[in-house]
């Protein structure tokens, strides 16, 4: 990403240098996305920063946390995950839906805590994280499920190397606690219990397959507060399960799951407005009711 005196420099230059001018710079910059191109592992490419964030300013320290979340991500993952696009898709939807009028938020697979850091640092202050997750890897009951629903196999013992304390710690950076942050460890849904009456404003699927992923749907959406956002990690991946499940619940519905674009091919679904839902009558009142 550019720095303010480059910014400075590019709009200059757009403004009042002659066209020879602007285009040699344009020409020479296109050399070194190519040299760029080249150096990178094969599975990388070259991508500008979006306007959307070319104030550093509107999103202060992203840069750091960009490189943070590409190198935490890649070591658990023992795989490169530099995806500096999800991170700041996960900014922008974290501004975004900070002006709603009420709800929590809710992260089901934290594993080692990458994601729910950003969440909890950047989330509306009054509001609480609930992380779900064994913090022991995936289930037997889920994997068996999924052999079955999917076929996925090989799958056994996968997200295991971590733990409550290594998340917790992860997530906190640094702090000693967070009153906003809890932890529910164990089997989902039966972590769910006890927060029938909640509502929420962002909720982050990531449990990898299709039981638990079926499971978070039932549990989350209908409690998601109109506006709302809902991610669905994996749902363009290896994990054919998320994939299946999403469908099975969402186009009945007539809601369309669009993709992030993000290196782990995650989903979003946006709760629509109450007076959206009332030209679908049949659909409120199966979702609400489960709130009601």
């Given at each position: 990403?550019?720095n303010?005196?480059?910014?400075r420099?590019?709009?200059?230059?757009?403004?009042?240098?002659?066209?020879?001018?602007?285009i040699?710079?344009?020409?020479?910059?296109?050399?070194r996305?190519?040299?760029?191109?080249?150096?990178?592992?094969?599975?990388?490419?070259?991508?500008?920063?979006?306007?959307s964030?070319?104030?550093?300013?509107?999103?202060?320290?992203?840069r750091?946390?960009?490189?943070?979340?590409n190198?935490?991500?890649?070591?658990?993952?023992?795989?490169?995950?530099?995806?500096?696009?999800?991170?700041?898709?996960?900014?922008?939807?974290?501004?975004?839906i900070?002006?709603?009028?009420?709800?929590d938020?809710?992260?089901?697979?934290?594993?080692?805590?990458?994601?729910?850091?950003l969440?909890?640092?950047?989330?509306?202050?009054?509001?609480?994280?609930?992380?779900?997750?064994?913090?022991?890897?995936?289930d037997?009951?889920?994997?068996?499920?999924?052999?079955?629903a999917?076929?996925n196999?090989?799958?056994?013992?996968?997200?295991?190397?971590t733990?409550?304390?290594?998340?917790?710690?992860?997530?906190?950076?640094?702090?000693?606690?967070?009153?906003?942050?809890?932890?529910?460890?164990?089997?989902?849904?039966d972590?769910f219990?006890?927060?029938?009456?909640h509502?929420?404003?962002?909720?982050?699927?990531?449990?990898?397959?299709?039981?638990?992923?079926?499971?978070?749907?039932?549990?989350?959406?209908?409690?998601?507060?109109?506006?709302?956002v809902m991610?669905?990690h994996?749902?363009?991946?290896f994990?054919?399960?998320?994939r299946?499940?999403?469908?099975?619940?969402?186009?009945?519905?007539?809601?369309?799951?669009?993709?992030?674009v993000?290196?782990?091919?995650t989903g979003?679904?946006?709760?629509?407005?109450i007076?959206?839902?009332a030209?679908?009558?049949?659909?409120?009142?199966?979702?609400?009711?489960?709130?009601?």
């Amino acid at each position: 990403m550019k720095n303010t005196g480059d910014q400075r420099l590019s709009r200059k230059l757009h403004t009042y240098a002659p066209d020879w001018l602007r285009i040699l710079v344009t020409w020479i910059n296109l050399k070194r996305i190519a040299i760029a191109g080249l150096i990178l592992p094969k599975k990388c490419f070259v991508q500008i920063k979006p306007n959307s964030v070319d104030k550093m300013d509107y999103f202060p320290g992203i840069r750091d946390e960009i490189r943070s979340y590409n190198h935490d991500t890649s070591m658990a993952q023992k795989s490169l995950a530099v995806d500096g696009n999800r991170v700041i898709m996960l900014r922008m939807m974290l501004r975004q839906i900070a002006s709603l009028p009420g709800g929590d938020y809710a992260e089901l697979g934290t594993y080692r805590g990458i994601s729910a850091r950003l969440i909890l640092r950047h989330m509306h202050p009054d509001a609480e994280l609930h992380c779900f997750d064994t913090f022991d890897g995936f289930d037997n009951k889920d994997t068996s499920a999924e052999t079955i629903a999917v076929r996925n196999r090989g799958i056994e013992g996968a997200f295991s190397d971590t733990s409550l304390k290594r998340a917790k710690t992860y997530i906190l950076d640094g702090k000693s606690g967070d009153d906003r942050l809890n932890f529910h460890k164990g089997f989902f849904p039966d972590t769910f219990k006890g927060l029938e009456q909640h509502s929420w404003r962002f909720v982050h699927l990531d449990p990898d397959l299709y039981a638990p992923t079926l499971e978070g749907l039932k549990c989350f959406y209908p409690r998601l507060v109109p506006g709302g956002v809902m991610l669905l990690h994996d749902y363009y991946s290896f994990f054919a399960g998320v994939r299946r499940a999403a469908n099975e619940y969402f186009t009945p519905r007539g809601i369309v799951v669009l993709p992030m674009v993000d290196k782990a091919g995650t989903g979003i679904v946006i709760k629509p407005t109450i007076d959206q839902f009332a030209t679908h009558s049949d659909i409120a009142n199966r979702d609400f009711a489960v709130v009601n």
